[in-house]
């Protein structure tokens, strides 16, 4: 990832959950990354994502949580990458789910 040039921006605090803390240090070692720059993309990302259905969260959610419905295939995503197959890390379902 590039580093940024010029003034450093301002910190932002951020507080994550138990569940999402390990996500981030999950993805971070497995990409080699530093869990900031994990963060970064991970923002990039869900911006990216927002920007593509026109702001609409509700859209988001609805395509998340219904991913075989008509509207998840309105925006196409690229498939997931094999790589998840070689270290599937934890998995992040329902409370109890384990």
């Known amino acids: ?13 951020l507080r994550l959950n138990a ?3 390990e996500r ?7 990409l080699g990354l530093s869990k900031q720059d994990i963060m970064r993309l991970a923002m990039g990302i869900g911006i990216e994502a927002l920007r593509r259905v026109d702001w609409n969260i509700e859209r ?16 196409p995503m690229p ?10 890390g ?3 379902g329902p409370p109890g789910d384990e």
Do not use: N, W
Request: charge should be positive; charged fraction near 25%; proline fraction near 15%.
């Open 60 to 75: 988001v959610v609805a395509d998340a949580a219904f991913p075989d419905e008509k509207t998840a295939r309105i925006v």
């Open 1 to 13: 990832m590039a580093k940024p040039t010029g003034k450093p921006s301002r910190s932002i605090p």
């Open 79 to 88: 498939p997931p990458q094999k790589r998840a197959a070689q270290d599937p």
């Open 19 to 21: 569940q999402q803390k």
């Open 24 to 30: 981030v240090q999950h993805a971070a070692a497995l």
């Open 90 to 92: 934890p998995t992040y």
